[in-house]
């Protein structure tokens, strides 16, 4: 499957996903960030929160499936470009996140390295009983040809 725009709208099915204190912490370890509201609830209620809340990049641990499955891609020429995130409400221990990806474009630009096909996927998380959504994020790829 060529890298076009036909790509666009192509999405996974949902992933849910469980947001545990364990996992909020492991996180927090892993990304350097010692604040005590990531690990201990106490904290958390002193400074206004009524739970252990995620860091902000936590929905980085929330994986979907891979909207670019079965489209012939030379990993190795496969540049992560940029990351962001929209968070619409904290995440905080105890949720469950419904996590969907979709490719959002596909274009091509020309580089000191010569024409590079740049993927932009979106990953949306929803609270998976209500369907609130509670974060997008938007990451681009970039991929020599």
Sequence with gaps: M??????VGRAT????WDVEKGHIRAFALAIGDANPV???????????LPKI???PTFPTALRPRDPREGVAIDWRKLLHGEQSYE???PLF??????VVARIADVTSK?????????LVIETVGT???TGETIFVGRGAALIRR
Excluded: N
């Excluded at 099915?13 to 849910?16: L, T």
């Excluded at 990531?38 to 206004?48: K, P, T, V």
């Design 93 to 98: 221990a105890g949720d469950r996140i419904s």
């Design 13 to 16: 099915e949902p992933v849910v």
């Design 53 to 55: 809340p995620a860091p």
């Design 127 to 129: 609270d998976a009983a």
């Design 38 to 48: 990531y690990f201990d609830e106490a904290a958390a209620h002193a400074a206004g």
């Design 87 to 89: 968070l619409l409400r």
């Design 110 to 118: 020309q580089t000191k390295a010569g024409v590079m096909d740049v």
């Design 2 to 7: 060529p890298l076009d725009q036909s790509l």
